[in-house]
Antibody
Framework: QVQLVESGGGVVQPGRSLRLSCAAS????????MHWVRQAPGKGLDWVAV????????YYADSVKGRFTISRDNSKNTLYLQMNSLRAEDTAVFYC????????????WGQGTTVTVSS | SYVVTQPPSVSVAPGQTARITCGGN??????VHWYQQKPGQAPMLVVF???DRPSGIPERIFGSNSGSTATLTISRVEAGDEADYYC???????????FGGGTKLTVL
């Protein structure tokens, strides 16, 4: 069935790096835009980044621009989020989600992976 | 950047109709999507492109978008509808995907 599975979360010290992965299955990954969305404890959804189906376009929220990098490997059906210079305020559950076309809504979500930034 | 505003909470008795609003500048010119999130679960798309429903979403859940406000309406509310609901808009200039702050629906 259609599925997204995130991994790579954990506890990391401020200033360090972490890379998240999102493995896709059950659909043609290379034809969908993909997002990362995060949710801090007890807070709402916060859009992080998007990558076009072919990787040609990438956009970021201002809060992560210059620190986070979204990428994908369509041969491996996998989405990535490289997070550098992590801050306490980056602590959140990170979800990957697919979007059939820009502005169409995110129709499939993963279960999330938790990132905790703490010394 | 574009901002969308939702009420923090809405309460309704079982069997009644719940309306959750999403306001934003010229929002009627944008496509609005709605997500339901229950505790401990990932969000789930319940309405896309203002008023379309993904397969499996009941007809008593529907959306509209006019007059500077998008609205998610849930008729004949059930206990299982209790959740947080988020509206979501794509602002194409610049390219940003924006979520509302979320509305907690409580079924009394």
């Amino acid at each position: 069935q259609v599925q997204l599975v995130e991994s790579g979360g954990g506890v990391v010290q401020p200033g360090r790096s972490l890379r998240l992965s999102c493995a896709a299955s059950g659909f043609t990954f290379s034809t969908y835009g993909m997002h990362w969305v995060r949710q801090a404890p007890g807070k709402g959804l916060d859009w992080v980044a998007v990558i076009w189906y072919d990787g040609t376009k990438k956009y970021y929220a201002d809060s992560v621009k210059g620190r986070f990098t979204i990428s994908r490997d369509n041969s491996k059906n996998t989405l990535y989020l490289q997070m550098n210079s992590l801050r306490a305020e980056d602590t959140a559950v990170f979800y990957c989600a697919r979007e059939p076309a820009a502005g169409n809504g995110m129709d499939i979500w993963g279960q999330g992976t938790t990132v905790t930034v703490s010394s | 950047s574009y901002v969308v505003t939702q009420p923090p909470s809405v309460s309704v008795a079982p069997g009644q109709t719940a309306r959750i609003t999403c306001g934003g500048n010229n929002i009627e010119t944008k496509s609005v999507h709605w997500y339901q999130q229950k505790p401990g679960q990932a969000p789930m798309l319940v309405v896309f492109d203002d008023s379309d429903r993904p397969s499996g979403i009941p007809e008593r859940i529907f959306g509209s978008n006019s007059g500077s406000t998008a609205t998610l309406t849930i008729s004949r509310v059930e206990a299982g509808d209790e959740a947080d609901y988020y509206c979501h808009v794509w602002d194409s200039s610049p390219d940003l995907w924006v979520f509302g702050g979320g509305t907690k629906l409580t079924v009394l």
